[in-house]
């Protein structure tokens, strides 16, 4: 069956006709404050949803009990005992249809189902029934047959009738919920849409906070600068970025050793004010506390800028400007050392 959510259905004969828009109402806003908050739209649905004439209402909630049996019949989680439920299935399945047909319009009025059908919309049977051939499969399986006629049929028979009885009825129950669901989808939208604004403004604010953080510090002057360690570990292929065959993102790796460092060259005297270390992220953190910069023109005598003696993720170690060549991290104990990332800025 197809969907009815866009479809126009008249009314069955006798029933009033759709209202028409008013011209005095308001045009409706539009902007990015109705985008996110749909408000004109719910409004509208609601008022849609409220003019739902109570004995549509009622019918509509009895043709909603009845096809709720039905499927269960149709597909039970237990079977009963005393053999197929499917016949039964059918039967709610007519039942089902007639209050959904009548749910259509409160003046529609009918003995028995194949009334109702007779005096329903054709357009929405054909729209409901996906066209000519599926409204005679339905006529066959729900109209021409009463619940004697479907005893007599083969189990495959009356399985194949129940398929499409259930379709139809779920389809025609589903054109009698759409002002309720047009409310609930528009709801969904809502928030939604009020979520991924959010996600928006918060990832324009931290890549914000970023770029502004990246002008107001400058380059990283250690980027693409020659470095070394004290020592390597001999258990890590870090081009392959991998340690002991696991995955990391860590640069470096001493061997355990005393007061083990990384230093990096700059090339030529430069002026910086503040250093970054990352700290590794999957182990071994604690490794790399207590801590030193340190700065150097030749790589003979350092000068220790700042320290730090507390675990740390990352570390923004500012000192006052200071102008050299070299520049290092130094751990102060008996470890490992590794970072994921060493950078160096002007400011």
């Known amino acids: 069956m197809i969907s009815t959510e866009n479809a126009e259905i008249g009314r069955p004969p006798g029933g009033s006709p759709p209202a028409e828009p008013s011209t005095s109402s308001k045009p409706r806003r539009a902007g990015r404050l109705e985008w996110f908050s749909r408000s004109h739209a719910l409004k ?13 209402a009622r019918r509509l909630l009895r043709a909603r009990r009845a096809l709720e049996l039905a499927d269960r019949a149709f597909d039970p989680v237990d079977a009963l005992r005393t053999g197929s439920a499917v016949a039964l299935a059918l039967s709610l399945y007519r039942e089902a249809a007639y209050w959904a047909l009548l ?22 049977l054909l729209l409901v029934a996906n066209g000519e051939e599926g409204l005679n499969q339905v006529r066959q399986a729900l109209v021409e047959k009463d619940f004697v006629a479907t005893a007599e049929d083969t189990d ?39 979520l991924l604004g959010g996600l928006g403004l918060l990832t ?56 083990p460092w990384v230093q990096f060259d700059l090339g030529a005297r430069t002026r910086f004010s503040h250093v970054e270390l990352v700290n590794r992220s999957d182990s071994g953190a604690d490794r790399a506390f207590p801590v030193v910069i340190e700065a150097s023109d030749q790589g003979k005598k350092w000068k220790e800028l700042a320290r730090r003696d507390t675990p740390y993720s990352t570390w923004r170690a500012e000192f006052a400007p200071t102008t050299a060549r070299y520049v290092r991290a130094r751990v102060l104990k008996r470890t490992w050392f590794h970072l994921e990332r060493f950078s160096v800025y002007a400011r």
Not at 44 to 56: G, N
Not at 104 to 119: D, P, V, Y
Not at 162 to 190: K, S
Not at 218 to 246: F, I, M, R, V
Request: proline content about 5%; charged content about 20%.
């Open 44 to 56: 509208e649905a609601r008022s849609a949803r409220a003019q739902t004439p109570p004995l549509e």
């Open 103 to 124: 749910a259509q319009n409160q003046a529609l009025q009918a003995s028995n189902l194949g009334e109702a059908f007779a005096k329903a919309d054709p357009a929405l």
């Open 156 to 194: 495959q028979r009356q399985r194949q009738d129940a398929a499409v009885a259930r379709d139809f009825v779920h389809a025609l129950v589903q054109v009698g919920l759409e002002p309720e669901a047009r409310v609930g989808r528009l709801l969904l939208q809502r928030w939604m849409r009020i």
């Open 204 to 259: 324009l604010l931290v890549g914000g906070f970023f770029a502004v953080r990246q002008l107001t510090q400058g380059p990283d002057l250690a980027a693409g600068k020659p470095w070394q360690a004290s020592s390597q570990y001999a258990g890590c292929n870090l081009k392959e970025h991998l340690c002991s065959s696991t995955p990391v993102k860590i640069f470096f790796h001493t061997e355990e050793e005393d007061q």
